[in-house]
């Protein structure tokens, strides 16, 4: 009897067993890239939305955060917020795992640290130079304010008090802030027309508005706080639309009297323009 058929599977051939190993061998470095970008500290700072309960109208720390001597001031209700963000510090670690998982959340932003802190700088230098940004800040803010308002900075002494936040970001709410306590809307009552206005905006002392960062943050803190007006950069509508919360109204400012305007419009209920 003939013997029975008998059948074996066929060997890899030698162009597919090297082909396999040339992916095994490339995949694994790969593989250690990543297991060690996950522990390696990333040059990233992870911000999130921060306080708004700074009320350029009012107080803070029982002192009056704008002072005017020289010139007879007016009564104001409603309010004027500066907004924040909260941003990792400049000696925090940040691991692959955070910049993930902060990338897909709407309430945290993933920054480039050089665009929030300057490099090569110890804690102490960057705190000096936010301190100093504020300071400028305040001063080109009263300067566009009594500009705005014909006032002789001779006569006129505005001194504002706001130590604790660092940068040049409530510069256009210092100023408005000016203008409300020295002439309101203009016509007898409050600029604010009683809301909770909140904003930001870097200011000039020729009154022109520019750029900040974290808008989408500071929309986000504004709104949790209770504001029903933004006031935002123009150049930054995208932004600030882009997580715009329900119930915040963004309106656009370019320089000093068209927040002005807009605030004036909105007391009476006038046209406002809108991003």
Partial sequence: MPAAATSSAPSASPAKTARTRTLALCAAPVVALFAVAALVPLPFVIAQPGSTTAN??????????????????????????????????????????????????????????????????????????????MKKSQDSAAQAALAYLHRSPKDVKVELSLADVGGPSAGLLFALGVVDKLDGDGRGGDLTGGRTIAGTGTIEPDGTVGAVGGVSLKTQAARRDGATV??????????????????????????????????????????????
């Fill in 56 to 133: 350029v109208l009012g107080e803070h720390k029982n002192k009056p955060v704008i002072t005017i001597t020289g010139a007879k001031t007016r009564g104001t209700s409603g309010q004027l917020r500066m907004t924040t963000i909260e941003a990792t510090g400049p000696d925090t670690d940040i691991s692959l795992k955070t910049v993930i998982s902060s990338w897909f959340r709407t309430d945290r932003a993933v920054m480039p640290y050089g665009s929030v802190y300057p490099a090569g700088q110890s804690d102490e230098e960057i705190e000096r130079h936010n301190v100093a940004e």
């Fill in 230 to 275: 933004f006031l935002v950069p123009k150049g930054e509508c995208s932004e600030a639309q882009a997580e715009l919360p329900k119930g915040l109204q963004l309106v656009p400012v370019t320089e000093l009297k068209d927040a002005v305007i807009s605030l004036r419009a909105l007391a009476s209920g006038g046209r406002v323009p809108t991003c």
